[in-house]
């Protein structure tokens, strides 16, 4: 939007100004072209971080910086460049790699912010949420909505290092979160290979009838990998067999879904896991909200705003809202993903743009 | 409720009621009783129909009876005594056994009532709906909901006989049934292990980006029977290891959902199935709507306004609304339950009551 | 749908049939036909009451027949032609004609039948729900929902009638219903102008802080006339106007909602006010579902089915599901009709088919 | 929550902190207890705005300041004293005083913000919405839901202002805004005494057939006072009769609603008026979310965390989430009310605590 016209500088204007400040006042006139855009111009900007910079780093802290109560978690937050140093992937989202040494316990605490954790690599650790001991292994997406109870510990000699997903900006800039310390140590030290959640819950189109009453987040503790791996390779076999199944041609994609409902997991959050075959270029969108994606395996280009950024497995960008994005596979390419979807439609926000075809 | 006191009669009283008569008119003073009971009194009575009889008379009448175009199904309904001889095993629900010879095709065709299958024993037919061939073995509930086009295949060299449920009395006696011809032959006689349905949508928590719609009945053409299986044992499980995940003590139980709302798999009818461990004895209930069970495995009792049945695998019973009903496992009890409670349900006429507790 | 292939007639066959009535089966190949039409095709027909005839009958049984405890109600139903005498005036609805004497009481009583009145002519009598006295008068539409405590009483020296129309038939075929009897007398016998149902809730778009909680069925005890009245001639003036507003040229309609959620007003129930200018053809509409009209005000036809029909004030007649209709307004034409429309949308049955353009 | 217990600093330790800082990463552990207090803390505080220092301030810019294309709006926004001097006055939401000079013209545009107008006093400026002419007078909310064309102009030869309310900190901050220009001048210079919308929706209980679709705001322009005053006149008098029909003693209240759905006119945007009888002290409530009052007429106090002001007529003050508030009615006292709610139970955020009963 042009810039506003402004009235002329004039002493008395100068003074109408001062009242203004005086009286914890601001006129619309001087801002509204920042304010109020022709369309969304994030602060946030594109950016990829780097696996092979992240991981060290944890690794490093995890040398240093002990885990315990106070600090609460080994996580270091990914800091959008344009948002001024906070700890915030975008106006929304918080997005961290935490790691915890061999044989460490990350104590329990809840929090109204919702929080999912996803695991680029590795295994060894189970994360306890209300209780009930929740095997983390490669590929594994696992849920821990808000005010639930949880802590983690490592029941290996190796340490481990996994992303944290959670709505901390939105909580924060709203004014909404409330939090409780819970148990120093887990509650539970068990490590079985399918938590309780699981064993309740994770029977396709099967409801439990103990469960019958809709639940805001979803009641699945982890959604294992080798589903998700099955039910992409499925689309892709049906696409080749001439039925309708992914987004797009040679584009398989999953949306992680609460039972109860159908709909995202958490109010706030929503995951997804997006294959795309070798070759496969996406077609370019923009949608508002801001979005984030971590690649699983596979190699490729994101191209945000007209930039291309070569990516490989366990780098990590954000898409600012509204900036056009495409994706290109150079070999076949699995990527994760979170975003802010639900805060944008549930206050119907939404709008999404699809630029052209891909390949 | 009371009789309702009536009037005296009189010649002027006769010649009211001729003139009601002769209006097409009819007084409720004289029938309130009957129509508006203090709480529901079904003609529909509790029966029991037993797989030993209903087994050769379908066989028989594969022999007999041509399955083709016209009677379109070798399909044998369970009429319920208190409703004149209509084939109708509740006032809303049909139930019937439908049997298919060896290489024999019952045609395709549509129609907006809504129906399943339950395999209770067998396997070699395909049912092909909407293109989309899907396998029937036993212990697999099918769906065919309203207005998907749909005819069935048999495979072998050896019959086939399973239970149809539709809600053809509702649709019949609220005239909002529609019904249309489809091809001679199923249009597909491929016979894959897995439908595309399932391929799709049967990853527990998954949703495909390509089915984002929600549907007002399920997209699943298959409940596979390991499935439920396995969520009935998990469920007792953890009721040993002392979590809630079970109906009553020594109950397990699912429900057939929709995974794209998480409710019924269709408008008008619900799908169940239940586990007894030898020794449960179920607390007694009454609900507003009609129910049919199948034996699945096992051998018990079921209580229905006092009078006991020994039920064993096939049997078939049916409870009308109200009636009291409980459940004793003489040996571990499996059983397949169907009815209309989303009917009920949706038009706000529930009501339940749980008379006493069980074992 | 063509009449069912049969297959011959053999002693085989013979012997067969009776095993099927020894066992209460009943097979679908000798009346899919019959039960699974290709559209609906009701026993209910058109028909027509004339108030004329209706009146008379109703002030006749005022002098024969007493109202009390037992009969409940001086009540008479109108009997669709095509349901052997039932007073059903559809499948699904009741309608009936109620009288009521000078100084008369109809005792206090609740049902889960869902209820209205409707009231083409008249004034004196205040129907009391749960307690609250509701004023009724010309053109008023007054609920009783399901369970609701409810009598009436005339305050006058004159008698007066009004229509009723509720879901008897519905709940006795599906054997959902309770019914109890209450006070003897209504439980307030003051007569004010405006319920305290109103005085609470009917403020446009305006919601009592002291009733967030949705309810089932509308808070409102009385939709009054001058209301309806005013909104429908707000919306031919708009159309004069040149604004979009009604339902088609010279036609203005309103729905009564529940205004806690801006749906129907009752579960089983729809009703709307429709309103054509004179001269006013409508499109001819075909909807799966049962309609009944009163014609409040004007004269006109009504054609279904292709017969046309002379219609004015007072006279009712129902349209069984998917029967085409239209109406033609010879002067200004005000009608009430009532449905059973949220039942088959609700279940997901609706269909409607527009055949042609009106004037 | 405590202060996080932090590492030594080391030599180390700088390097890793210096190695995040190079990455665009900063840990959680030092920064926890601010970004996941307790309780939320909010930056926001607790402030009074006069009406008497508001509106000459908006009169001294009608002097100096044009209104017309660019600067859009003669708004001067009220800044929340702990925001840093932004014109919000929560973290969610904007709250203005408008201010129209005789026969000026506020051009018309569009944008995805949510906005709502509040006459404390004055009448003769029509809003344009959507080519719809509103008139705006004292005691009137008025409604321009997202992306709906609307401009303002002063019919008079006096001036007028009003207070605006609008999402434009939770639509900065989350980057979802669109706007775009409109017509430099309204499109419809009439000025009708009511509304095409009002023409349409505002009988209540009725709904026109032409408007059975629902949308996501309301579709009504304009609530009109006689309607408000009169709710809540109803609601003392019912309390006085002895009947619940208000929020607490003495404390009536209504919230303006979308009559598609009853819930709220827009899907960020809250408002409720609220009368309280002189004397009335209402509870202590502690609510998730910011809410802004404008006292309308009377004379009181309002306690927010402990601290007491006297509030007047054209007052506004604001209370931040989590904030423990209360209100005193020396006279009959009359406040407008707004806030964040939808956002905050769209999202599952919302908690309340209803800290002690009042008079």
């Known amino acids: ?195 309780r959640s699981e064993r309740l819950w994770c029977h396709p189109g099967l409801r439990p009838l103990s469960g019958l009453q809709n639940t805001v987040s979803s009641p699945i503790g982890a959604y294992r990998w080798e589903y998700v791996d099955n039910a992409l390779n499925q689309q892709l076999l049906l696409e080749e067999e001439g039925y309708p199944a992914t987004v797009e041609q040679g584009h398989a994609a999953i949306r992680y879904v609460n039972p109860t409902t159908g709909g995202d997991v958490m109010p706030t959050i929503r995951a997804e896991f997006h294959r795309l075959r070798a070759g496969c270029e996406s077609a370019t969108r923009r949608e508002v909200g801001s979005t984030v994606f971590q690649v699983f395996e596979g190699r490729g280009v994101v191209v945000i705003g007209g930039a291309s950024h070569s990516i490989e497995k366990g780098d990590i960008f954000v898409i600012p809202s509204w900036s056009p994005w495409s994706l290109q596979a150079e070999t076949d390419f699995d990527l994760f993903r979170f975003s802010d979807a639900p805060i944008i439609e549930r206050l119907n926000f939404d709008r999404i743009k699809i630029e052209d075809g891909g390949q």
């Open 1 to 195: 939007m042009q810039d506003a016209m402004q009235p002329e500088e004039t002493p008395a204007l100068r003074e109408l100004y001062a009242g203004f400040r005086a009286h914890n006042l601001n006129p619309l006139w001087t801002q509204i072209g920042n304010l109020m855009p022709s369309h969304p111009r994030p602060k946030a900007v594109p950016h990829v971080w780097r696996w092979s910079d992240l991981y060290p780093l944890a690794k490093a802290s995890g040398e240093l910086v002990p885990v315990g109560r106070g600090g609460e978690r080994r996580a270091i937050g990914l800091a959008n460049p344009g948002l001024g140093g906070e700890a915030y992937i975008s106006p929304t989202l918080w997005c961290a790699i935490q790691y915890l040494g061999p044989r460490e316990t990350a104590p329990e605490h809840r929090h109204s912010q919702n929080a999912f954790r996803f695991v680029v690599e590795g295994e060894g650790v189970w994360t306890v949420v209300n209780g009930d001991p929740v095997r983390m292994s490669r590929g594994d997406f696992l849920l821990t909505p808000g005010w639930n109870f949880h802590g983690h510990h490592n029941d290996t000699d190796q340490p481990m290092a996994w992303i944290d997903g959670l709505d901390i900006p939105f909580s924060f800039q709203n004014d909404v979160g409330f939090f409780e310390f819970g148990s120093e140590r887990v509650t539970d030290y068990s490590t079985p290979n399918v938590s």
